[in-house]
C-alpha cells in the first residue's frame, strides 16, 4: 500500500528508540526521509513502499547512520547534504574523520549509537539551502541553511511544518535540552533560531523530541539567551535510556557553556 502523508518514525539505540525521530514525507510524486537515525537502530520503515531521497539536517552520526542499510534496501534512494560535505560520507579518509570527530565528542555514547560506513558518492546530492522540492499535488519541501549546531546545517519546512534537525533544541520529559555538543557557533545557533521562529510553523518536527508546538523554540532561544536555565537532574527519565539521554544533555552542555566562555 502506497506510504501517505507525515510519518515520525522512532529511529535512536534499542536501549531509548525515541532518543532521534526520522521524518517520512510522502507525496504523489516523491516520498522523502528526513535524517536516518543511529547505526544501532532498530527502526521499522516496513510501512514504506518506496523511497526517493534522504535529507540530511547534518552529519552527526546520530543522524545518518542507518544510511548504508537505507540506501540497500531502496535502489534509487538519493542523499541531499550541504555543500562541501559530502566528502565525509563517501570517502575513506572523510568516514574516518567522521567517526573519529564523533568518538571524541561523544565518548561512550559513540558506541552506543554505531560508526557510520561510507555510501556510494553517486548517490550524494549537496545543497547550498533554498532548493524547492516538489513532492507533487501542490506539495513541496523547501531546504533552509540553518548553520550554528554545524557549520552544514540545514532544516525542512514543509507547509506549516518545520524539521529542524537539531538546530531548535530538543524535549524530553516536559524540559526543552539545548542541541549545542562542542565545537558551537552559539552566534549562527542563535540567529538560525530566530529565523525559524520567524516561519511561523504551526508544527515543530525536532530530531530529538518528536513533535512539538512552536512555542518549543521560543523556549529555547530564552534559554540560548541565558534567560532560562537547564537542571539536568529534572530531565532524568530514569532507567537506561535515563542514562544515555543524561550522557547527551551533559556533551550539548558542555559545548554550550565552551561557547558562552569563548564570549
Known amino acids: ?4 502523508g507525515l510519518h515520525a518514525v522512532p529511529a535512536g539505540p534499542p536501549e531509548f528508540p525515541e532518543l532521534a525521530t526520522i521524518y517520512v514525507v510522502c507525496g504523489d510524486k516523491l516520498n522523502v526521509m528526513i535524517d ?4 544501532n537502530s532498530i527502526m521499522d520503515s516496513s510501512f514504506l513502499d518506496k523511497l526517493d ?3 540530511l539536517t547534518h552529519i552527526h552520526i546520530d543522524h545518518i547512520g542507518l544510511l548504508p542499510e537505507i540506501l540497500e534496501r531502496y535502489k534509487n534512494a538519493k542523499v541531499m547534504v550541504r555543500s562541501g560535505f559530502k566528502k565525509y560520507l563517501t570517502t575513506d579518509d572523510g568516514v574516518r574523520r567522521l567517526n573519529e570527530s564523533s568518538e571524541k565528542v561523544l565518548g561512550d555514547l559513540y558506541y ?10 553517486d548517490r550524494v546530492i549537496e545543497v547550498e539551502g533554498g532548493e524547492v522540492i516538489d513532492l507533487g499535488d501542490g ?4 531546504i533552509i541553511y540553518t548553520p550554528g549546531h554545524t557549520k552544514h546545517h540545514i532544516s525542512v519546512i514543509s507547509d506549516d511544518i518545520l524539521f529542524t534537525g537539531d538546530s531548535g533544541g530538543a524535549y524530553f520529559n516536559g524540559m526543552v535540552i539545548p542541541t549545542t555538543p562542542p565545537p558551537l557557533d552559539y552566534h549562527n545557533y542563535v540567529n ?3 529565523l525559524q521562529i520567524s516561519l511561523k510553523p504551526k508544527v515543530v518536527g525536532l530530531a530529538h ?9 521560543e523556549q529555547h532561544l530564552e534559554q540560548m539567551l541565558g534567560k532560562e536555565s537547564v537542571n539536568i537532574n529534572e530531565i532524568d527519565i530514569g532507567g537506561v535510556g535515563g542514562e544515555i539521554l543524561r550522557k547527551q544533555v551533559e ?11 569563548r564570549r
Not at 523530541?209 to 523554540?217: F, K, W
Not at 556533551?251 to 566562555?261: I, K, M, Q, T
Open 192 to 194: 538560525s533560531l530566530k
Open 53 to 55: 531521497l534522504v535529507i
Open 1 to 4: 500500500m502506497p506510504c501517505r
Open 251 to 261: 556533551v550539548n552542555l558542555r559545548g554550550l557553556n565552551e561557547a558562552l566562555g
Open 36 to 39: 536516518a537515525g543511529v547505526t
Open 209 to 217: 523530541g518528536g513533535l512539538v508546538s512552536p512555542n518549543i523554540l
Open 112 to 121: 552506543v549509537y554505531g560508526e557510520f560506513t561510507k555510501i556510494d558518492p
Open 139 to 142: 506539495k513541496a519541501l523547501k
